[in-house]
């Protein structure tokens, strides 16, 4: 294990598949003995409503209260975790450079250790949020390996999208590349829509949530586990069906050959 070796880790959104995820991650981390340094921050500036005790780790006494504000508490109470809290959406790239720069505790926003990680996960339920993202991931410059965890649900099924880049160069590519056309549909940010439209967003069932959260927290615990050769782990899709109990990733990796990414088939 690389000597001083850390993973930062940025949840965004902290909804059915967020919440879960964190709850899921805290858990873990409780317990982990294994000598790295990890740091976990989340972050999302929306409220606990009546309507998300059905899918989301809130209780009534949390109503009215910001999500991530009320998960990062529970989290220490219940785990004794540190879980750096941000109670804003995140618009711009600049948010989450700063979020990534708050995780290094020693002030180095670009790591000078090669083998350091960090994690984004974007939970969001738009895609103007997640282009964002996107766009984050795509000028990130670190010098270790960078992650980017993409779940996306429909109402029963779903695909988490794994995107890898080690250092200055992208070898997986994020949702962009499979669905090209998202691009052109991407949106408006969720501060600006009305209680009206986020009320009528597509439903998804909670056991779909559970199991986009359980598919990224294994991920993750995978990269944690595997330490040093966390950097060759293949990026890639995986398609799910919550209720068919059907599961499938395909690696997908830049081929110097080909020059182009080529899709495990």
């Not at 109470?77 to 618009?91: A, E, K, N």
Request: proline share 3%.
């Amino acid at each position: 294990m690389s000597l001083f070796m850390k993973i930062n880790i940025c949840i965004i959104g902290c909804g059915g598949t967020g919440g879960n995820l964190t709850a899921r991650l805290a858990r873990f981390l409780s317990g982990y003995q294994g000598g790295l340094a990890i740091n976990t921050a989340i972050a999302d500036g929306d409220t606990v409503e009546l309507k998300n005790m059905d899918r989301q780790p809130f209780d009534d006494g949390d109503l009215g209260e910001n999500k991530e504000v009320v998960l990062a508490e529970n989290i220490e109470s219940s785990f004794h975790v540190r879980i750096d809290s941000y109670p804003d959406y995140i618009l711009e790239t600049g948010d989450l450079d700063r979020i990534f720069q708050s995780l290094n505790r020693e002030g180095d926003y670009i790591s000078s250790a090669s083998g350091d990680i960090n994690i984004l996960v974007s939970c969001v339920d738009n895609h103007a949020a997640r282009k964002v993202c996107h766009d984050w991931f795509e000028k990130a410059s670190f010098w270790g390996t960078t992650f980017f965890i993409d779940p996306a649900n429909e109402d029963v099924s779903s695909e988490v999208v794994i995107a890898k880049r080690n250092a200055h160069t992208i070898t997986s590519p994020d949702r962009f590349w499979y669905y090209p056309d998202i691009i052109n549909d991407l949106g408006r940010p969720v501060n600006e829509m009305s209680c009206e439209e986020l009320n009528n967003a597509a439903p998804q069932h909670f056991a779909v949530n559970c199991y986009a959260a359980d598919i990224c927290f294994a991920f993750i615990a995978g990269i944690i586990m595997c330490q040093d050769n966390a950097q060759l782990l293949p990026g890639g899709i995986t398609y799910f069906h919550a209720f068919k109990m059907f599961q499938r990733f395909y690696a997908c990796e830049y081929d110097e050959e080909e020059q182009q990414y080529v899709r495990e088939s």
